[in-house]
């Protein structure tokens, strides 16, 4: 359960879009008149009367909501997405249209941003070594397909490493995660199939579904009763005007959701799916090697059989500081994808030094490299995600998500304080990702907060020393519900009290 946004910040988050607005139409006016310089894309003299590319309303954002704060996104770093970055200074001129670098590097930048959940992000230690070993003997590319020249050794043994990690029969690896997502749900579905869809689920699996031709219908986000009444409609009416039965049913679902930090509620999804004779796509992107005891997502967290799930996807570009993603399940299944999917078929194979980093830190997660490290991580991720959300509570933010996420969201809500909270973070050498629309519904702009096994104690007090300050000075504090320090309550019990609206 999210707490509610407050009524008068609503109001004032509208009011902000809205001044915001009548601002833009005025300087497109101003523009059109040439009293403003455009500086935006425009159809060249001879265009003028054809059908206008770039006249809608993202444009319309684009030009004069977002290029007000673009200098809060795209900053180049030029060190090791690790605990700490370097980042390359740049300066605007020109009101965030064009950047420019002083040649200053900015150091030590403590990193709350990337997804290195369990810290394999590194250029030193037992990964680095494999991968560079692997890359001298291999080289960078394969310059193939796996259906031609590119099916190396080491895509064996990675594909029979992650099916053992998971608990399945079978595994399939894929050069990107975005296509592991849009090109194989077109495999599975087609027309005359039906996809159940959470209304949150990431673009890569909306574009997935869009591009199967299925008839897709969203449920509400983890919200059990919406997907069974999904379910129950489909099975009673068939088809639209054939009611014809569907050809198959899938359940889009993500473990993770990576704006909202909660966690899918798998037994219940699992109990329907078995109840209605639908199949289950469980996108594992953000939480293989973040979640459960030992690492392996959100089925080991819940304690469930891997084979309850019928097609487990997830990707090697957050926990395990890689690049790319997988497919397990039945082997049927995979054999199945290694002849129809256009990921297999049509992409090139996986760079060997980067199928070296992953078999590298698998099996440091399971343990198969001699040591405890990879469990001592996953616990040490566990502990930061929730001293971390526990203190932000106390402070008074609003927080989404699950306590066990380590993708944690602090509500900004209103446009301008999204500028301000990236650049004010900055300034005290913390890096933060912050989040607008249309990433987010347009009232509900955030920052997102990624916690990593790489953060020690020190680190996290720091950055939440810093947020406290910036929370202070932005006015950011809205919750209603501020927890009580965990020194001044019985340890066994969780008490609220009730601050001043």
């Given at each position: 359960a999210f707490e509610e946004t407050p009524m008068l910040v609503a109001v004032l988050t509208y009011v902000g879009y809205g001044v915001l607005t009548l601002f833009g139409y005025l300087r497109d006016f101003m523009r059109q008149w040439k009293i403003e310089k455009c500086q935006n894309a425009t159809e060249r003299e001879e265009q003028k009367d054809f059908v206008p590319?770039?006249?809608?309303?993202?444009?319309?954002?684009?030009?004069?909501?977002?290029?007000?704060?673009?200098?809060?996104?795209?900053?180049?770093?030029?060190?090791?997405?690790?605990?700490?970055?370097?980042?390359?200074?740049?300066?605007?001129?020109d009101y965030n249209w064009t950047f420019t670098y002083t040649g200053r590097v900015i150091k030590d930048i403590i990193n709350m941003g990337s997804y290195n959940y369990l810290g394999f992000a590194q250029n030193a230690g037992t990964c680095q070594e494999a991968a560079a070993k692997v890359l001298s003997q291999y080289g960078a590319g394969v310059c193939s397909t796996r259906q031609e020249m590119g099916n190396l050794d080491k895509h064996e043994e990675l594909e029979k490493l992650v099916a053992r990690f998971l608990g399945v029969e079978s595994a399939m690896a894929y050069g990107m995660g975005f296509a592991t997502n849009s090109m194989n749900i077109p495999a599975l579905v087609g027309k005359g199939c039906l996809i159940l869809s959470d209304e949150l689920n990431h673009a890569?699996?909306?574009?997935?579904?869009?591009?199967?031709?299925?008839?897709?219908?969203?449920?509400?986000?983890?919200?059990?009763?919406?997907?069974?009444?999904?379910?129950?409609?489909?099975?009673?009416?068939?088809?639209?005007?054939?009611?014809?039965?569907?050809?198959?049913?899938?359940?889009?679902?993500?473990?993770?959701?990576?704006?909202?930090?909660?966690?899918?509620?798998?037994?219940?999804?699992?109990?329907?799916?078995?109840?209605?004779?639908?199949?289950?796509?469980?996108?594992?992107?953000?939480?293989?090697?973040?979640?459960?005891?030992?690492?392996?997502?959100?089925?080991?967290?819940?304690?469930?059989?891997?084979?309850?799930?019928?097609?487990?996807?997830?990707?090697?570009?957050?926990?395990?500081?890689?690049?790319?993603?997988?497919?397990?399940?039945?082997?049927?299944?995979?054999?199945?994808?290694?002849t129809y999917s256009h990921s297999a078929v049509y992409a090139t194979s996986m760079s060997p030094p980067v199928v070296e980093q992953i078999i590298t830190s698998v099996k440091c997660i399971m343990g198969e490299d001699g040591t405890t490290v990879g469990k001592a991580r996953v616990q040490q991720l566990a502990e930061n995600t929730r001293y971390f959300r526990r203190r932000l509570k106390e402070m008074g933010f609003i927080i989404y998500g699950n306590e066990d996420s380590p993708v944690v969201p602090l509500m900004l809500y209103m446009p301008a304080k999204i500028g301000a909270f990236g650049r004010e973070m900055l300034k005290r050498n913390i890096g933060v990702v912050v989040v607008g629309f249309p990433a987010t519904p347009i009232i509900e702009s955030r920052a997102r907060f990624c916690l990593s096994a790489a953060h020690t104690k020190e680190m996290l007090d720091r950055a939440l020393k810093e947020i406290d300050e910036v929370g202070d000075l932005l006015q950011l504090k809205y919750s209603r519900h501020r927890l009580v320090p965990i020194l001044d309550r019985p340890f066994d019990e969780t008490t609220y009290e009730e601050t001043e609206d």
């Open positions: 590319l770039y006249q809608d309303f993202e444009n319309f954002y684009t030009r004069n909501l977002y290029m007000r704060i673009r200098d809060s996104w795209n900053r180049p770093i030029c060190s090791v997405p690790g605990a700490k970055v370097d980042m390359m200074e740049r300066v605007s001129h890569s699996l909306v574009l997935g579904a869009r591009l199967s031709g299925a008839t897709i219908r969203i449920f509400k986000h983890n919200n059990m009763q919406s997907l069974e009444k999904l379910l129950k409609d489909a099975i009673v009416h068939g088809q639209p005007r054939t009611r014809r039965p569907w050809k198959k049913i899938l359940i889009l679902v993500e473990g993770i959701y990576s704006m909202e930090g909660s966690i899918v509620r798998l037994p219940e999804v699992i109990a329907l799916k078995k109840k209605y004779k639908s199949y289950l796509y469980l996108d594992e992107a953000h939480s293989i090697g973040a979640l459960g005891p030992s690492g392996r997502g959100v089925v080991d967290y819940f304690g469930l059989n891997p084979e309850d799930v019928d097609i487990m996807m997830g990707t090697f570009t957050k926990s395990f500081g890689a690049a790319g993603g997988y497919i397990g399940g039945k082997k049927e299944l995979i054999d199945y994808l290694r």
